[in-house]
Nanobody, 126 residues
């Protein structure tokens, strides 16, 4: 089992930037794919981005393309989500999640992720 803790959320003005971190512990971090999801008030949870356990594979949901960048530092057991050009519509609780990437696959289907953090609030407002 792997444990995940998000941090880096906060209040930012439209057009600003935030960098979210997902610190992990437990099983070996570099064996896991990491996904970022978000849930805004009154809306269903949405996949934002994911990164594979090797070869730098990444995938972005439509809302994140061109604005967000996912990365990972296996030496620190930490994944990141750099968010630029933030919009009020990006306001949500952001979650990181993980699954064991045995088959070298990428997915933003939340049902594939057995391990989840508790979330960090991102608020984009003037």
């Amino acid at each position: 089992q792997v444990q995940l803790v998000e941090s880096g959320g906060g209040l930012v003005q439209p057009g600003g930037s935030l960098r979210l971190s997902c610190a992990t512990s437990g099983s070996r971090f570099d064996y896991y794919a990491i996904g970022w999801f978000r849930q805004a008030p009154g809306k269903e949870r949405e996949g934002v981005s994911c990164i594979g356990s090797s070869d730098g594979r990444t995938y972005y949901g439509e809302s994140a393309k061109g604005r967000f960048t996912i990365s990972r530092d296996d030496s620190k057991n930490t994944a990141y989500l750099q968010m630029d050009s933030l919009k009020p519509e990006d306001t949500a609780v952001y979650y990181c999640a993980a699954y064991f990437d045995l088959l070298l696959r990428l997915t933003l289907n939340e049902g594939e992720y057995p391990y989840w953090g508790q979330g960090t609030q991102v608020t984009v407002s003037s």
